[in-house]
């Protein structure tokens, strides 16, 4: 089986740099991707690690350590729009589907 | 934009009515996936399609749910004899290379 962990809400303020964490159990992993979804919308993709190590994206920048089962993801520099949730999601290679089996994300709220 | 669009965007049904949605994905993925998405929790896989062949059907997928991908282009989700636990977002992903869904904005079905 599998299951994701997240904490539920996270606060930070504009301009200041914030870290969501994401532990995970599965069987055959593949990858792990994090997503954004802002209320209403749908979740827009924003990183995939597939190996150890901390992959740079501009202001984001996420991390896996696949020994330890946890990755995280780190905003720079936050803004007002960065407020969202933000969805960590599993992939491993079960039958002959590619599943993507998400965590119930972290809501981030920027305040001023 | 990702590209991926669905429709209807908002469907109100009463309970024991038959609903269909309609998923145009971007043309050249041919990976086709629908999701359930209920409020605070993240997207739940329900199947997946390979240009037209559906290979895989969660166990949320009761007898009521049927998916089709006529010639691999768009999709259609449908949901018989509507329950009140049926109401959530349900979202269609296309996924390109490099392990990337490209969600659609959703269709909100309420039940009534």
């Known amino acids: 089986g599998q299951s994701l962990e997240q904490p539920s809400e996270v606060t930070a303020v504009e301009g200041a740099i914030v870290q969501i964490n994401c532990t995970y159990q599965?069987?055959?992993?593949?990858?792990l991707s994090w997503y954004q979804q802002h209320d209403g919308g749908a979740p827009t993709f924003l990183s995939y690690?597939?190996?150890?190590g901390l992959e740079e994206k501009g202001r984001f920048s996420s991390f896996l350590s696949r020994s330890k089962g946890y990755s995280y993801l780190l905003l720079k520099e936050l803004q007002m729009k960065d407020s969202a949730s933000y969805l960590c999601a599993v992939r491993d290679r079960r039958g002959s589907a590619r599943q993507l089996t998400f965590g119930s994300g972290t809501q981030l709220t920027v305040l001023p | 934009d990702t590209g991926v669009s669905q429709d209807p965007r908002h469907k109100i049904t009463k309970r024991g009515q038959n609903v269909t949605f309609r998923c145009d994905p971007i043309s050249e993925h041919n990976r086709l996936y629908w999701y359930r998405q209920t409020l605070g929790q993240g997207p739940e896989f329900l199947t997946y399609f390979q240009n037209e062949a559906q290979l895989e059907k969660s166990r949320l997928l009761s007898d009521r749910f049927s998916a089709e991908r006529p010639k691999g282009s768009f999709s259609t989700l449908e949901i018989q004899r509507t329950e009140q636990g049926d109401s959530a977002m349900y979202l269609c992903?296309?996924?390109?290379?490099?392990?990337?869904?490209?969600f659609g904005p959703g269709t909100r079905l309420t039940v009534l």
């Open positions: 690690n597939a190996l150890d």
């Open positions: 992903a296309n996924e390109g290379g490099a392990d990337t869904q490209y």
């Open positions: 599965t069987s055959g992993f593949y990858g």
